[in-house]
């Protein structure tokens, strides 16, 4: 489950009918002078995390942590759609994350953090104001993220970055959806002073989708990453990047720029009701003759995905299967200044290995009445940085410093293999709060050339789920 995105005008739509549509239950709704109902209405909701978590591997101890905040869900008639929520939590965490938290200052796919007794301490804040003037169209301001895919994974845009201040709008006609994204990324690698004083960087996105059939969908996607400053001046928001029917190609060289540019496609065969196959393909930039001569120029950037889902597995309603397979080649992603590479807050905002793996994971899922219960499996193999010298993995090392031309390939440098298992039970208590007791265990271990890293990790606790919080990353 991806966190909470309205993308599209039916969804916008959708998810304020069936709000309405609960409290009109509840007989909340007033009727005008027409006798119809107003659609208007405020709804305040709770939000905490409380859990209790012992590791056991190279590192041994026990943890807990605890969140709390709140949710908005507002509506103004049938058009105007407002949702916010915010938590702050004190937490501790397995010792791989909480390393992770330390050195780059963000919890993962969460937010800032600072350090404390119990572990980090950190608040997220999410929320958009959603408008639509007609069913063709939806306009949406927001700050939160965007998951663009069919596949557990995105390496078009995913929701592994903190959240991320955006417009959005989103146009929908025939079989025809056509999504405008203009966001603001922060890069925090500077000392922290507060939010508004990191350094800003700007990325526009366009997302075209077809549903070519009843089995056949198919997107479009192109993207550009600028920084706000740069030695000579300050952009801002490069006004030639609002035109929303443009290709970023010919407008970034007209501009004799060097701006980051991507292209990707996205696919979704429908075999049967209930299995679906689905692949993505993202370019950062290549040349056809390079890829012909096959020799391993070191800017063929580019990654694939292919994966599959098959709902209501062999018959049995409510087991789900998954899987998929993701790579990356080196380079992917990353930029020669390093304040425009496809990132933000020290997180990549496609896949969380960044470039240069490949990997393949399974999930099984069943769920009956209240109780769901989850397996999930991935291997990754990734080449890492030694010596100084970049590999390709790191999307924050500048593409400037490569160690050769040619000769590069998928996981050079030194082999890191991940193995990651996990497994988790949940019963809802509370389904308008989404609220849930989980109990959860995960094994991990990583491997560097001869050392092996393992962690065992055992967790329970009470939350109402709201985000995903991504544990299976180098």
């Known amino acids: 489950m991806h966190s909470i995105d309205v993308d599209s005008v039916e969804n916008s739509l959708d998810l304020i009918y069936k709000i309405n549509k609960r409290i009109s239950q509840n007989d909340s709704l007033s009727k005008s002078k027409n006798d119809t109902f107003s659609y208007r209405f405020i709804e305040v909701s709770p939000l905490f995390f409380l859990h209790s978590g012992y590791e056991n591997g190279d590192t041994e101890r026990a943890f807990s942590g605890s969140a709390i905040g709140a949710m908005v869900n507002a509506s103004f008639g049938k058009k105007v759609f407002f949702s916010a929520d915010f938590t702050t939590a004190n937490s501790g965490f397995p010792n791989f994350i909480q390393q992770f938290a330390d050195s780059t ?4 796919s969460s937010a800032h953090s600072f350090s404390t007794k119990a572990g980090s301490h950190y608040k997220t804040f999410s929320g958009y104001f959603s408008y639509s003037p007609s069913h063709f169209f939806n306009f949406q301001l927001g700050h939160g993220k965007n998951f663009w895919g069919e596949g557990y994974r995105s390496l078009l845009l995913s929701d592994v970055a903190p959240n991320y201040s955006y417009f959005k709008i989103t146009s929908g006609f025939w079989k025809i959806k056509y999504v405008n994204l203009f966001a603001n990324f922060k890069d925090v690698r500077q000392p922290y002073k507060d939010y508004w004083h990191f350094k800003n960087k700007f990325g526009t996105f366009h997302y075209l989708s077809w549903h070519i ?3 056949i969908d198919a997107g479009l996607f192109e993207s550009v990453i600028w920084q706000a400053k740069d030695t000579l001046n300050s952009r801002g928001y490069d006004v030639n990047y609002l035109n929303p029917v443009i290709f970023y190609r010919p407008v970034e060289y007209s501009l004799g720029s060097a701006d980051n540019s991507l292209i990707g496609l996205n696919l979704r065969f429908k075999i049967t009701n209930h299995f679906q196959v689905y692949s993505q393909l993202i370019v950062d930039e290549f040349l056809v003759k390079e890829v012909r001569a096959n020799n391993g ?21 409510g087991f789900f299967l998954q899987s998929e397979f993701n790579e990356v080649r080196p380079y992917t992603y990353s930029h020669g200044s390093t304040l425009q590479n496809y990132a933000h807050f020290n997180q990549p905002l496609a896949h969380p290995l960044g470039a240069n793996f490949s990997e393949v994971l399974g999930i099984m899922r069943y769920t009956v009445r209240n109780f769901s219960f989850e397996i999930k499996s991935v291997i990754s193999r990734q080449g890492t940085d030694s010596a100084g010298k970049n590999f390709g993995g790191d999307i924050y090392q500048s593409y400037n410093s490569i160690p050769q031309q040619y000769g590069n390939k998928t996981g050079q440098g030194v082999s890191t293999v991940l193995m990651f298992n996990e497994a ?5 208590i509370y389904p308008k709060l989404n609220l849930k007791i989980e109990i959860g265990a995960l094994s991990r271990t990583k491997y560097v050339q001869n050392h092996s890293f393992h962690t065992l990790y055992f967790w329970a606790g009470i939350k109402t789920s709201l985000y995903n919080l991504y544990r299976d990353f180098m």
């Open 105 to 108: 200052g963000v919890v993962p």
């Open 213 to 215: 059939s009843p089995s």
């Open 297 to 317: 120029w070191w800017a063929n950037k580019y990654g694939g995905q292919l994966g599959f889902k098959y709902f209501d597995a062999f018959g049995l309603k």
């Open 424 to 428: 988790n039970a949940s019963f809802l």
